[in-house]
């Protein structure tokens, strides 16, 4: 299993420039989230899904658009870039249980870098 | 509002010495406390995880004591090693439908030889 994959691993853009981060995963896992890591700040939940077809905004949603039309892949866009979205960004999957003590798996991170 | 408050930002500890980084949480609902651990460069991992059912977990050099009353729960390491040097996460989260985690700002551990 590669577990959860994340690309690019770095990015730069322009301010303005739209684009997409990939994320997927081939555990079967139901729950997928993204979080941005930004020094002093911990990791900040940005969306998340439980399931195909189905997203919700976590802590810091502005900016960001994400759907989840397969149950391995979940897609973070960014519309129109920013300097303040500049952060390392996580995917993570968890599988889904009876309660929520359920290990979630980080990817290896995509650093994002907004001129 | 930072639900979840981690301290120290930074610690440096000894080989042999033992580490040990405090959380406190707001929320009485959360019921769910897992630790992350995050090599430079990687994504966090997670490392040893609690419910408030318990007073203390412990695997191997890693202990987590929790104090629901005081609303604290803490992550003790012991004989730390070099290999421990990296930075950790406290979290929490509500069990249910969405297994939403709630992160600390995290403590970066040095520990030298």
């Known amino acids: 299993n590669a577990g959860v994959t994340q690309t690019p691993k770095f990015q730069v853009l322009k301010t303005g420039q739209s684009m997409t981060l990939q994320c997927a995963q081939d555990?079967?896992?139901?729950?997928m989230s993204w979080y941005r890591q930004d020094p002093g700040m911990g990791l900040r939940l940005i969306h998340y899904?439980?399931?195909?077809?189905?997203?919700d905004q976590g802590e810091v949603p502005n900016g960001y658009n994400v759907s989840r039309s397969t149950t391995e892949d979940f897609p973070l866009r960014l519309l129109s870039a920013a300097p303040s979205q500049t952060s390392v960004y996580f995917c993570?999957?968890?599988?889904?249980?009876?309660?929520?003590?359920?290990?979630?798996?980080f990817g290896p991170g995509t650093r994002l870098t907004v001129l | 509002q930072q639900q979840v408050k981690q301290s120290p930002q930074s610690l440096i500890v000894q080989k042999g010495g033992i580490s040990i980084i405090n959380c406190a949480y707001e929320n009485t609902a959360f019921d769910y406390f897992p630790w992350y651990q995050q090599f430079p460069g990687k994504g966090p991992a997670l490392l040893i995880a609690i419910r408030p059912d318990v007073s203390e977990k412990k695997e191997g050099r890693f202990t987590i004591s929790f104090n629901k009353s005081a609303k604290q729960f803490s992550l003790h390491i012991m004989d730390s090693q070099p290999g421990d040097s990296a930075t950790y996460f406290c979290a929490a989260s509500i069990s249910g439908a969405t297994n939403k985690l709630i992160f600390g700002t995290g403590t970066l551990l040095a520990v030298q030889p």
């Open positions: 555990m079967n896992h139901e729950y």
């Open positions: 899904s439980v399931g195909a077809g189905i997203t």
């Open positions: 993570a999957s968890s599988p889904r249980g009876q309660t929520s003590y359920n290990e979630q798996f």
